[in-house]
């Protein structure tokens, strides 16, 4: 008898990737909101998802952990790659902001990279990359290291824990973080542009974009944030 997905999570996937590095504190199963969809002209949300594993890496004990990838898990009997479509559709809409995209069925593993756009032949998931090995690779794709003066920002903590943001919020605000270390190391002007629907909480992006360039000893005249 094959484990069913959540076994196969509890079973097989949380013992491995334990054993790499990820312990749970750096692991967040966020869930996300269900599609709309019209029916007789009237809008109706579907029940919202969950995105099993989100992975992140914290540089202190006290900074903000940053999300670096997601795994999909499917059942054992179903091949590893089987969910890597579903992941990878949460990494191009850009609602994570997540670069590394897995799928595992607990025995073996495939991966997108979002900066280089390939995907891998499945590998064993005893071979899964730590949190130093992941943290290595995102630094390099980024054109910064998270120990840099730049990241500071970005590794600001929210002031009210964050049990107050939505994951969509704290994509974007990683988002413009990430482009502002970007373009500190790169000695390019600081700007950053977000476009969010109605009712997505522009107001609690702006107020923790500027809280954390305060918190990280920046100056507001040096940062030009826009949102629409």
């Given at each position: 008898m094959t484990y069913n997905e959540a076994d196969t999570r509890a079973k097989l996937i949380d013992p491995v990737i334990h054993k790499r590095g990820w312990n749970e504190d750096l692991i967040r199963r966020e869930v996300t909101a269900g599609k709309v969809e019209i029916y007789g002209g009237k809008g109706r949300r579907r029940t919202g998802g969950t995105i099993d594993y989100v992975l992140r890496v914290k540089v202190n004990v006290d900074t903000q952990p940053v999300a670096l990838a997601l795994i999909e898990a499917k059942k054992e009997s179903l091949p590893p790659g089987h969910g890597l479509d579903q992941a990878k559709g949460y990494a191009h809409c850009k609602r994570l902001n997540i670069r590394f995209v897995f799928s595992s069925n607990g025995h073996l593993f495939v991966e997108y990279d979002n900066f280089t756009g390939i995907t891998s032949a499945p590998r064993p998931l005893t071979e899964f990359?730590?949190?130093?090995?992941?943290?290595?690779?995102?630094?390099?794709?980024?054109?910064?290291?998270?120990?840099?003066?730049?990241?500071?920002?970005?590794?600001?903590?929210?002031?009210?824990?964050?049990?107050?943001?939505?994951?969509?919020?704290?994509?974007?605000?990683?988002?413009?973080?990430?482009?502002?270390a970007q373009c500190e190391h790169n000695g390019r002007p600081k700007r950053a542009l977000l476009s969010l629907a109605t009712g997505a909480g522009k107001t609690f992006i702006a107020v923790n974009l500027l809280k954390r360039l305060q918190t990280a000893g920046e100056t507001y005249t040096r940062k030009m944030l826009l949102l629409k």
């Open positions: 990359p730590t949190p130093a090995e992941l943290r290595d690779r995102y630094e390099k794709g980024m054109g910064f290291s998270l120990d840099s003066t730049a990241a500071r920002p970005l590794l600001q903590q929210y002031p009210g824990g964050e049990g107050v943001r939505r994951y969509y919020q704290d994509a974007a605000i990683r988002a413009v973080m990430e482009k502002i």
